[in-house]
Structure formats: C-alpha cells, structure tokens
C-alpha cells in the first residue's frame, strides 16, 4: 500500500521496528564504511496543518509552556526545548495558531490548548561532567571533548539518551485532557566513523533508527523528536489520522473511534473531502475535492478491489476504516 511519507529535517534511513522501537540503532562494525541509505524527507508539518484543515474543519489555537526539567540532572539539560516546541508549532501553518498572551482579549475568547511540557530523562552513557544545550553547546568527559557552536558532536564513548513527554490542558478550565499526552526518546550513539552518529526515536506511535553526521550535530535529532512528538500531540487533540503521515506509524485507537463516529454523522462533501485526501495518501491519483468526480469514483472502486472490498463507489464504514489503518508491513 503505497503512502506519501513526510518526515524530519535530516538525511534519513528508515529501519521500522514494528510500529514502536525497542532495540538501540546498529553500530557498524570497525573499519567499515557508512553505507549511502539516507533519503532525504520533508517535514512532515505542512501535512498536518491539511489534516487539521480537512479533519477539524477549524484552526487549533496553540500555547506552548515551558519545558521542565524533570530529572533531577539540573544545568546539564538542552535548555532551548521549549524554543524549539513553539518553533514547531510556528511552522505547521494557517490552520494552527500559535497563542503567545493568553491574556490578551482576543485570545481570552477563544478554545486554546496549553501544551505542558517536561524533560523525563537526560543520560548521557560513558561520560562525566557532561552537559549540552539543543543549539549543541556544551561540553563533554570533563571538557576532552567538545560540541561546537553549530551543535556537532566529538566524543569516542558516549550515548545520549533524551526523553520529552507533551501533555496538554484546557486553557479556560486548566484541567489536564485524558489520553492526548505524549512521551517519546530519542537515543544517539556514537559509530565508528569519526563523522558519524545514529539516533533512534522510540515512540508509542512510532520508532526509527536514523542517522546524522558530525556536521549536523545533536540538534537535528532533537528537532526530529519534537516534531514527531508534536505532530502525535495535535493528531490526538484534533482527532486526525497523524499516523498515516509517519512510516510504520501505529494506529491511536482511540483517535480511530472518533474518527469513525464522526464520519457517520458528516455531510456528505466532508465525506467526500476526507475519503478523497486519504485515497491521495495511498497514492491514488487523485486531487482533494468536495464534489464525487469520475478519477475519483475510479479511485474508490480500484482501491476497494485491491483490498478485497466490494468494488462499488459508496462511502461505506467499511471502506473509511480501511483507509485508516495502514495494511501490515
């Protein structure tokens, strides 16, 4: 089942692990050579602002708090996570609005969700008196190694483990909202090439072992961290299929359910929007649309016989649950 796969700002190698990560990335053996698997993939955040658009139907008003530090390891934590989680929401797009005064009158009106935020866990394996920030300064193993400005890395003996969990309240009532929170890692292990450094992101969405060089340095993998994290945050709050737009990504359940409940109750353009934007993420030819189309009635039908679904053009539950839950790899 073919699917567009949008995803972070690096040169990435996918290796699924089963919808969710549990094994380190793969250290390669001394002397041998950095294999050319990367593909390079956009961000995946211009997606989620048209899931927004064509799932909620309206803007999904934003403030992000301050990421706490939680792990007792004070002064040797990232200390610009909570620039980067306001940075990424920033990026998505018109159908999410970032909030920056909650006191303001405007916003005072309006439904805003108010991401709380905390560093969970900050290990750095093999090395003392170690510490970095997200644009990569710092310094490592009683300052014999160090990250230069631009955030690279030169250290023979170390893993990085990083961990951030999202969990987000309502604005007006302060109270925390049940099953929308996130928590996500990201692991970095130092490889054999001088150059070379594999990250792991482990998700209850998602995991991949990616790769980044000493160039790009420790803020590319915790920039991709926090976009993951941040696209799973807003898919939960807004009800959309986020995890159609991440490789491997495993379905939320409880976001399928409302989804399904209220497909049953759209109107049939929304009916048609949503089933015409899901056929183009399976790689259908076809363009979003609210009006029922010849491509897109031939799109219907050709999907519905290759996944052993009567080969008519009804938007049947059926057929939108289909759509919904990505096919075994």
């Known amino acids: 089942m073919k699917k567009i796969v949008k995803l972070s700002i690096v040169a990435v190698s ?3 692990l089963g919808g969710c990560a549990t094994d380190s990335p793969e250290v390669e053996k001394a002397g041998s050579t950095v294999m050319e698997q990367n593909s390079i993939y956009s961000s995946i955040l211009p997606q989620i602002n048209d899931m927004v658009r064509i799932f909620r139907n309206e803007p999904m008003n934003i403030f992000v708090n301050t990421i706490e530090n939680k792990t007792g390891a004070r002064g040797k934590l990232p200390a610009d996570i909570t620039t980067i989680v306001n940075t990424t929401f920033t990026k998505i797009g018109d159908f999410v609005i970032p909030i920056f005064n909650l006191e303001a009158s405007e916003n005072a009106k309006r439904q805003t969700f108010v991401i ?10 093999s090395s003392k008196d170690s510490g970095i920030n997200a644009a990569g300064t710092g310094t490592v193993g009683r300052g014999h190694h160090r990250w230069d400005s631009d955030g690279s890395i030169d250290s023979e003996n170390q893993t990085i483990h990083l961990a951030i969990s999202l969990i ?8 925390y909202i049940p099953l929308k929170s996130t928590s996500n890692r990201v692991v970095i292990e130092k490889k054999s090439s001088a150059n070379e450094f594999a990250f792991s992101i482990l998700g209850s969405g998602f995991g991949f072992n990616n790769a980044i060089t000493k160039s790009q340095g420790i803020h590319a993998s915790i920039t991709a961290l926090v976009e993951l994290s941040v696209a799973e945050v807003l898919g939960k709050l807004g009800n959309f299929p986020y995890w159609l737009l991440m490789k491997g990504g495993k379905v939320d359940r409880n976001v399928l359910n409302n989804l399904m409940h209220q497909f049953l109750h759209e109107p049939l353009n929304k009916k048609i929007e949503q089933v015409s934007y899901l056929l183009m993420l399976h790689g259908k030819n076809v363009k979003v649309t609210r009006l029922m189309n010849d491509q897109l009635k031939q799109a219907i039908i050709e999907y519905k016989r290759e996944h052993g679904l009567p080969p008519d053009d009804t938007l049947s539950k ?3 649950r289909s759509l919904l839950e990505p096919e075994p790899s």
């Open 168 to 175: 987000p309240s309502d604005m007006h009532t302060g109270n």
């Open 318 to 320: 059926e057929f939108y």
């Open 116 to 125: 709380n935020g905390a560093i969970t866990e900050f290990d750095v394996v």
């Open 14 to 16: 996918f290796l699924i």
